[in-house]
């Protein structure tokens, strides 16, 4: 597998000016195919891995008027059956999801006691499904029994966009295969990359050293999060 004056792991036989042209042209194409996109999820990559930290700003949503939608008290059962009526009403392309944290921790039926004038109360129970979309969120509450449903929409701006097309947010199988493609092209190019540079820098001790540190930086980066 090892040739000293060819390309590293590929085998004699397939040292050939022809093979080395050919994994040029695979390197170039895969990396003119998703060049634009890999500038969006690496930009949308940093926004995220330093949102915590830098307190970056990556796409706060903005709440618009909420409306309240007519429904037979006894069209809706459940939380379930609230996710599925709003999604027919609201026309909208992805499925009901739980609440966010802190929400989910309340549960779907909020019940707990609260204080009221001084008072220890117990506020209607209210259930909750959301609906993330790609440049919104859509909350729809419902009180069991009442005949209308809650319905609010939050927008978020262009950075939140990004992340959320980063994600995969609210986006059809489509978007899902697609990323896919981009993915493998990511995984094509580090390959092809990989056997380019043996063949056309050097030395090879370099090469090892540059992956074993950024190996090894990793690991030491991740032991305290699994401590």
Request: proline share 6%; hydrophobic share 50%; net charge positive.
């Amino acid at each position: 597998m090892f040739n000293q004056s060819g390309l590293f792991f590929v085998p004699r036989s397939w040292q050939s000016a022809n093979f080395l042209r050919w994994l040029k042209r695979i390197h170039a194409w895969t990396g003119f195919w998703g060049a634009l996109f890999f500038l969006m999820m690496g930009a949308s990559g940093v926004l995220l891995n330093h949102r915590s930290v830098w307190k970056i700003d990556t796409g706060k949503t903005i709440e618009l008027p909420a409306v309240d939608l007519p429904v037979s008290p006894g069209a809706i059962r459940d939380a379930d059956t609230l996710g599925t009526w709003a999604q027919q009403a609201l026309a909208l392309p992805v499925k009901a999801a739980a609440p966010r944290p802190p929400e989910a921790g309340l549960g779907d039926k909020q019940s707990q006691s609260a204080s009221f004038m001084g008072r220890r109360v117990a506020p209607a129970e209210k259930w909750t499904r959301t609906f993330n979309l790609v440049d919104a969120r859509v909350t729809v509450d419902y009180v069991p029994g009442s005949n209308y449903v809650t319905a609010k929409r939050e927008a978020v701006n262009l950075l939140g966009t990004i992340k959320n097309l980063h994600k995969g947010v609210g986006l059809p199988v489509g978007w899902v295969l697609f990323i896919d493609t981009i993915g493998g092209a990511l995984i094509t190019m580090a390959l092809t990359g990989f056997l380019l540079w043996t063949r056309l820098h050097g030395p090879r001790l370099l090469a090892g050293g540059l992956a074993g540190g950024a190996l090894a930086w990793a690991l030491l980066a991740a032991v305290p999060s699994f401590s």
